[in-house]
Structure formats: C-alpha cells, structure tokens
C-alpha cells in the first residue's frame, strides 16, 4: 500500500508545479504560498475529520515530537518558499529536476542522522538521480 501512496504522492506533485506555474503568474511569491499554505491548511484538518482521527490525542504527542513536527513545518515553509520563488523566475522543467534533488539529500541525511541503511542500488540510484539532473538543467 506505501508503494500506492508514494506514487500519488509524486503525481500529485508533478501536478502541483504545473499548477503552481500557472497560478503564480502576476502574484508575488510570498503571497503564492500563503494561498497555498492555507489551502493545504484546511486540506489537512479536514482529511483529519473524515479519517475519523481522535483529535484528542493531540494532548499525547511528546514534546520532542511537537518540536521535530515544528522544525519539519518550517523546512517545508522554507521550501516551498524558495520553489515558488525558483518557479517564479525559472523554468519548471528546470526547477522541478533541481528540487527533486531532495530525494538524494534525504538518503544522505537518513544514514549520517537516522543510521540508515544504504545499499548499492541505493548509492547508484542517488548518482544516477544526480547526473540525470545535471543532464536536465545544464
């Protein structure tokens, strides 16, 4: 099922940058992602009232998870700040490979924070993921 969801996530976000690059046309980019940050805002709540999620247990969650939860709220502002400003003035078919880049950032930082695993196909996955990229902006 994680395999599903994965891939809805990626054309979700495929769709997403296309959108963006539309909508951001004559808006400022800070203004683009406040619009977008409360869409996604009340997306999330109201998929946290039709799952059925006890909204009570909020009351349950550790500090440290309320602290690292925070910390990733505002990487994600930060990155979608800098993608819609990259969108703003680039193409999406050149920002877009670069921001993906996150996927190879991500493995290097799962094994040196989180200890994680990296096997060979991992390794040359992320160099291929890296030369594909070059390949696509340059």
Known sequence: MWLLYAL???????????????????????????IRTTVVLVMAWLMVFVTG??????????????????????????????????LQVGDVSRVVPIDKLSVVITIVLAFVILGETVSWKGIVGAVLITIGTLFMVL
């Open 8 to 34: 809805l996530a990626a054309v979700f976000a495929g769709v997403t940058a296309i959108l963006a690059k539309i909508g951001i046309t004559g808006v400022d980019a800070n203004l683009a992602v406040a």
């Open 53 to 86: 999620t006890n909204v009570s247990s909020i009351s349950e969650i550790t500090t440290r998870s309320w602290v690292f939860l925070v910390l990733s709220g505002v990487a994600t502002g930060a990155s979608w700040f800098f993608f819609f400003r990259a």
